[in-house]
């Protein structure tokens, strides 16, 4: 799913192997679980490559921080909002949680959903949406 989501986003990389997207979409899932910034990208391609001089993925693997975030908003967040909207057809019991920003030049307003995950067997606090812009408060 995630190597067709890709192709959509640049045709060019029709032709990538699906282990090279597989890597780059398990450093970029990696990069956003532990919070790192997406200019560790562009540290950690070259880096990937003088670990692993023998490898073929190494050597394909090209994920700086724009192709970081591009992953991020056109993949994976989506592929993740969707799944979090799945879980909701399947319990009735969760909470909307919002907050928003108090800068004036950039409002934004974080939405999450809290929910008991059944396939987790425990409660889950899932990030939703965040719209830049909207025309009311939270």
């Given amino acids: 799913m995630l190597l067709h989501l890709v192709n959509q986003r640049d045709p060019s990389l ?5 282990s090279v997207v597989n890597a780059e979409a ?4 990696f990069a956003v679980e532990h919070n790192l ?3 560790a990208s562009d540290h950690a ?3 990937f490559r003088k670990m692993f001089p023998d490898s073929g993925i190494a050597k394909k693997f090209a994920c700086g921080r724009t192709k970081t975030a591009a ?22 019991l969760f909470s909307i949680m919002m907050d928003e920003s108090n800068d ?6 974080i939405i999450l959903i809290r ?3 059944f396939d987790v067997g425990d409660i889950r606090t899932k990030f939703l949406d965040m719209p830049s812009q909207y025309r009311y408060s939270c």
Wanted: glycine share 0%; net charge positive; aromatic share 8%.
């Fill in 14 to 18: 029709h032709q990538a192997s699906s």
């Fill in 115 to 117: 929910i008991f995950d």
């Fill in 45 to 47: 391609t070259k880096l």
């Fill in 104 to 109: 004036k030049t950039d409002k934004s307003c």
């Fill in 37 to 39: 910034a997406f200019k």
């Fill in 71 to 92: 992953i991020i908003t056109e993949a994976l967040a989506p592929l993740f909002s969707r799944q979090t909207l799945e879980n909701l057809d399947k319990n009735s």
């Fill in 26 to 29: 398990l450093w970029v899932t």
